[in-house]
């Protein structure tokens, strides 16, 4: 398993952020800004940038918007995908980006002609390309069918036109589970299977989703969508993918996950058992319920010796009172270098042990 996961902040969004898109409405570029700065922050290696909504002039505000980013260095030093249905849009996109874009996305959904076409004229742009599963029948929801559009997809791409092959990243779509739907059930792993394959058959691309998608059924209840979002890249990660669209600020560490919520989702993510949705809807409303509670601070780890409190504190990223902790610590040690040697250097093993597994991404490292 792979732990180069490359995390994609999904907030610059209009058609995914309510805050962005009042903020686009309303021409407030320079808070629209601070949004995307706040997501390189929180850890985003990419940015995805969407204008694709019906009252707004998208390409226009595509233009303004990235020709802004270009001037804010803490923004511009990662990659913009630039996100839109919308082919006009696209291609003034790619005329303001400065270095490498990444296209989302292009699909068969016209046909290979169309396919073919827009595809060349990002090889033109330098561009790398996000390919849906989605072919003229519509979006694949099996594992056979998501594997046998992207095989086909990567077949004209690098033999009709000569598209780099790491230049072409799929997605095999992300749905949500849990609906009460039970086709719906399978959607994870058979998104799960479609990566290993995709991986496996076809040499040197990549593959990314849409992570939220999967928990929808539980919009307005934000412990379990976290819970839902840790578990599903975990099992994903492990499968192969290599990136994906997220929320970078609220990435759970899944061993942080409580026991009893972590069983119940990896029932509905991996469809173990039948009643999976109904007994994580069971205990749903508890976290819903507790989550302003949780928000507050348990202390009891600071009744610990201060060695203890710099480990817990680096683990879980705490900086509240990390000075203090510091100094006094540097004040009861022989020499500074055994804080660094000590608690500092065990605490980062711990990080680095939960983030080779696949239970800690970048954004909390």
Known sequence: MSSLFVNIGERTNVTGSAKFKKLIMEGDYE???????????????????NMDEGLLDSQAAMVRFLNLIASEPEISRVPVMIDSSKWQVIEAGLKCVQGKAIVNSISLKEGEEAFLQQAGLLRRYGAAVVVMAFD????????????????????????KIGFPPEDIIFDPNIFAVATGIEEHNN?????????????????YCRTSGGVSNVSFAFRGNNPVREAMHAVFLYHAI???LDMGIVNA????????????????????????????????????DNYRANAARAETADLAWRS???????????????TEFIIADTEEA????????????????????????????????????
């Open 31 to 49: 808070a629209a800004l601070a949004v995307a700065r706040q997501q390189v922050e929180n850890g985003a290696q990419i940015i995805d940038v």
């Open 136 to 159: 003229e029948k519509g979006q694949a929801d099996t594992a056979d069918r998501k594997f046998e559009i992207c095989a086909r997809s990567y077949g004209l791409l690098t033999q």
């Open 187 to 203: 959607y994870a792993v058979e998104f799960f299977d479609a990566v290993k394959r995709i991986k496996r058959d076809l040499p």
């Open 238 to 240: 492990r499968a192969g």
């Open 249 to 284: 600020g609220q990435l759970m560490v899944y061993e942080d996950i409580p026991k009893d919520l972590l069983e119940r989702v990896e029932d509905v993510i991996l469809n173990r058992r039948p009643d999976a949705t109904e007994r994580l809807l069971e205990i749903a």
């Open 304 to 318: 610990e010796n201060v060695e203890k409190r710099l480990e817990y504190a680096l683990v879980k990223g705490i």
């Open 330 to 365: 540097r004040r009861q040690a022989e020499k500074p270098l055994d804080v660094i040697e000590g608690p500092l250097m065990t605490g980062m093993n711990v990080v680095g042990d939960l983030f080779g597994a696949g239970k800690m991404f970048l954004p909390q490292v």
